[in-house]
Nanobody, 116 residues
Framework: QVQLVESGGGLVQAGGSLRLSCAASGIVFRSYVMGWYRQAPGKQRELVAAITSGGSTNYADSVKGRFTISRDNAKNTMYLQMNSLKPEDTAVYYC??????????WGKGTLVTVSS
């Protein structure tokens, strides 16, 4: 059974930092492109950052220079270090594991709230 479990969300003031984690089980973690997505109230889910098994990364323009995605294949865990948080970063953050159309999994999400 595939499980992606996010943790590390919470309430933080603008300018603060949070570190999200996504612990994966039931998949060959190193074979998956891992990503963080977010969905703010009333908005569509959007890609925040993604990382390949080899460590190549890409980021949404809105988070470049502030967020850093990383993974530890030995621990089956992905991370998102979020610095200089802004109120517009408030959203539910979801972990995604993708290895093709039939191998695409989601976590249940963790809420990040940034107060002004």
């Amino acid at each position: 059974q595939v499980q992606l479990v996010e943790s590390g969300g919470g309430l933080v003031q603008a300018g603060g930092s949070l570190r999200l984690s996504c612990a994966a089980s039931g998949i060959v973690f190193r074979s998956y492109v891992m990503g963080w997505y977010r969905q703010a109230p009333g908005k569509q889910r959007e890609l925040v950052a993604a990382i390949t098994s080899g460590g190549s990364t890409n980021y949404a323009d809105s988070v470049k220079g502030r967020f850093t995605i990383s993974r530890d294949n030995a621990k089956n865990t992905m991370y998102l270090q979020m610095n200089s948080l802004k109120p517009e970063d408030t959203a539910v953050y979801y972990c995604n594991a993708d290895s093709g159309p039939l191998l695409d999994y989601w976590g249940k999400g963790t809420l990040v709230t940034v107060s002004s």
